[in-house]
Nanobody
Framework: VQLQASGGGLVEPGGSLRLSCAAS????????MGWFRQAPGKEREFVARISWTGGSTYYADSVKGRFTISRDNANDTVYLQMNSLKPEDTSVYYC?????????????WGPGTQVTVSS
């Protein structure tokens, strides 16, 4: 079972990036999926999550209005569209699959992708 995140990189403040998280080995189309991030010297923090249908989303206050989480269950892929990026968004971003039926317990983590916001 793998969750592979991609799409990270270097972007200037105010710019945009789109992260993707593709699942392989099994389907997560019935699981809540989420994105987390961890900056150097800080604890991993929640960014966003999406219900298995895609009809319900939840965001950390720090990204609300700037980031959008979405999913394509047919392709077992979750996305994080990040707009109006700020230097404080610089982190390693991880996608995660929650345990079936849970909105709080993580079953699988992806390896992470680096996002750097700098001029």
């Amino acid at each position: 079972v793998q969750l592979q995140a991609s799409g990270g990189g270097l972007v200037e403040p105010g710019g945009s990036l789109r992260l993707s998280c593709a699942a392989s080995g099994r389907t997560f189309s019935s699981n809540v999926m989420g994105w987390f991030r961890q900056a150097p010297g800080k604890e991993r923090e929640f960014v966003a999550r999406i219900s298995w249908t895609g009809g319900s989303t939840y965001y950390a206050d720090s990204v609300k209005g700037r980031f959008t989480i979405s999913r394509d269950n047919a392709n077992d892929t979750v996305y994080l569209q990040m707009n109006s990026l700020k230097p404080e968004d610089t982190s390693v971003y991880y996608c995660a699959a929650y345990y079936f039926g849970s909105y709080s317990r993580i079953a699988y983590w992806g390896p992470g992708t680096q996002v750097t916001v700098s001029s």
